[in-house]
């Protein structure tokens, strides 16, 4: 079975661009979720999604923003970037059958530079 | 919310050692995972052990929830362990869906 994937790998972008990242889930997993990842803040949880629905938002600001589609595939969206937002972007996917907690999958992440 | 501490932050081991790596966090968690994080960014998932021992070949983890403490075994240690461990933990009603650790680096030198 073919695991999280996420494109693009790299991506590099000048302040006040916008972008799109996008991950496609492990086959059968209904919940996908974003992270961000900076030397400084370590991993920090952004969203997740279940059934196209926001389930859960970290404390990120409103310039990130997700969205999932009804095969499940998601993708997440900067406006406006700031030097900050330069971060290796990390998607996860569970299957969540019902259970409290499941057993999260990790895509090889993007990594986004911005200048 | 939720604190998970890891300790120690940098471990540096000769090939062949044995090591220890530990998660301490302060509520109750309904999922606790280890993940290496290879050198390309990529966390490759360890254990899911909310409670418990697991072992999967020279890796094992030992969770006691009703201490909130998790530990995860590395013996025999290989250039290839190279990398960082991290502990991240969800909770029930939580907003976040997994916590992270800031992580433990490990060198394995031959």
């Known amino acids: 079975k073919a695991g999280v994937t996420q494109t693009p790998r790299y991506l590099i972008k000048t302040r006040g661009q916008q972008v799109t990242l996008s991950c496609s889930p492990i086959?059968?997993?209904?919940?996908v979720s974003w992270y961000q990842q900076t030397p400084g803040q370590g991993l920090q949880f952004l969203f997740e999604?279940?059934?196209?629905?926001?389930?859960n938002k970290g404390n990120f600001p409103g310039r990130f923003s997700g969205r999932q589609f009804s095969n499940s595939r998601s993708e997440m969206n900067v406006s406006t970037l700031e030097l900050g937002d330069s971060a290796l972007y990390l998607c996860?996917?569970?299957?969540?059958?019902?259970?409290?907690?499941?057993?999260?999958?990790f895509g090889p992440g993007t990594r986004l530079t911005v200048l | 919310g939720i604190q998970v501490e890891q300790s120690p932050p940098d471990l540096i081991l000769q090939e062949g050692a044995n090591s220890t790596l530990r998660c301490n966090f302060s509520d109750s968690v309904n999922n606790l995972q280890w993940f290496h994080q290879n050198p390309w960014g990529q966390l490759i998932n360890l254990f899911y052990?909310?409670?418990g021992t697991k072992q999967n070949g020279r890796l094992s983890a030992t969770t006691v929830a009703t201490e909130r403490y998790s530990l995860l075994y590395i013996s025999s240690s290989q250039t290839t362990d190279s990398g960082v461990y991290f502990c991240?933990?969800?909770?029930?009603?939580?907003?976040?869906?997994?916590?992270f650790g800031k992580g433990t680096k490990l060198t394995v030198n031959p």
């Open positions: 999604y279940f059934s196209e629905t926001q389930r």
């Open positions: 052990i909310p409670s």
């Open positions: 991240a933990v969800e909770t029930q009603g939580g907003s976040e869906k997994l916590v």
């Open positions: 996860a996917s569970s299957l969540w059958s019902g259970r409290i907690a499941d057993t999260q999958y």
């Open positions: 086959s059968g997993h209904r919940s």
